[in-house]
């Protein structure tokens, strides 16, 4: 098993920043990729980014690129999303979520954080 919380949520102006933090513990061995998801009211969950459990390669959506950073404290087993530049659109609650080596897709989901980015 592996268990993922995530923290650091909030209200923000737009144009600020936040920092979400993804805190990692149990068979982190068997982790693969980590990702970071988000899902609006009333609309569907998508993807913002991941990174891999190495550190590198990242990958980011359209709509966050330039604007977010995906990173990896080793030593803290902690996930990291850097969000700059924050736009109202960017309001919802966010969640990380780990792929592992032994299966298909995001078996492992965090229990999420609000982000609200008023105009």
């Known amino acids: 098993q592996v268990q993922l919380v995530e923290s650091g949520g909030g209200l923000v102006q737009a144009g600020g920043s936040l920092r979400l933090s993804c805190a990692v513990s149990?068979?982190?061995?068997?982790?693969?990729?980590m990702g970071w998801f988000r899902q609006a009211l009333g609309k569907e969950r998508e993807f913002v980014g991941s990174?891999?459990?190495?550190?590198?390669?990242?990958d980011y959506a359209d709509s966050v690129k330039g604007r977010f950073t995906i990173s990896r404290d080793n030593p803290r087993n902690t996930v990291y999303l850097q969000m700059n530049s924050l736009k109202p659109e960017d309001t919802a609650v966010y969640y990380c979520?780990?792929?592992?080596?032994?299966?298909?897709?995001?078996?492992?989901w965090g229990q999420g954080t609000q982000v609200t980015v008023s105009s």
């Open positions: 979520a780990a792929a592992t080596r032994y299966g298909v897709g995001y078996a492992y």
């Open positions: 149990g068979r982190t061995f068997s982790i693969n990729v």
């Open positions: 990174i891999s459990w190495s550190g590198s390669p990242t």
